[in-house]
């Protein structure tokens, strides 16, 4: 079985950053395509970012783009997500998500595609 967990969330100003980070317990870490989602009040839980199993195929949400870095360290078995020049919008419940993959420069951007889920961290970002 497999367990993510969760950390880092908390409350900045805007422009301000911070780091969430997600620790894999059991499984096969290093085959699995991780990823970052969020939920936003009135809206869809969608995917901010995503890193195949090699650490360098990524994907980002276009309003997060150049602000996010996901990252994964394979031998500590966590993945990170580095935000900066926050918005009040990134305001949201975070997730870690995974799911294992067979081939190395694979990623999922779809919710229903990965099968395993953190518990969520809160991040608020102020005016």
């Known amino acids: 079985q497999v367990q993510l967990i969760e950390s880092g969330g908390g409350a900045v100003q805007a422009g301000g950053s911070l780091t969430l980070s997600c620790a894999v317990v059991e499984g096969v870490y290093p085959m699995y395509v991780m990823g970052w989602f969020r939920q936003i009040p009135g809206k869809d839980r969608e995917c901010v970012a995503a890193i195949a199993p090699n650490g360098e195929e990524t994907y980002y949400l276009e309003s997060v783009e150049g602000r996010f870095t996901i990252s994964r360290d394979n031998a500590k078995s966590t993945v990170l997500l580095q935000m900066s020049s926050l918005k009040p919008e990134d305001t949201a419940d975070y997730y870690c998500?995974?799911?294992?993959?067979?081939?190395?420069?694979?990623?999922?951007?779809?919710?229903?595609?990965?099968?395993?889920w953190g518990q969520g961290t809160h991040v608020t970002v102020s005016s």
């Open positions: 998500a995974a799911r294992l993959a067979y081939y190395s420069r694979t990623y999922y951007t779809r919710q229903s595609d990965y099968d395993y």
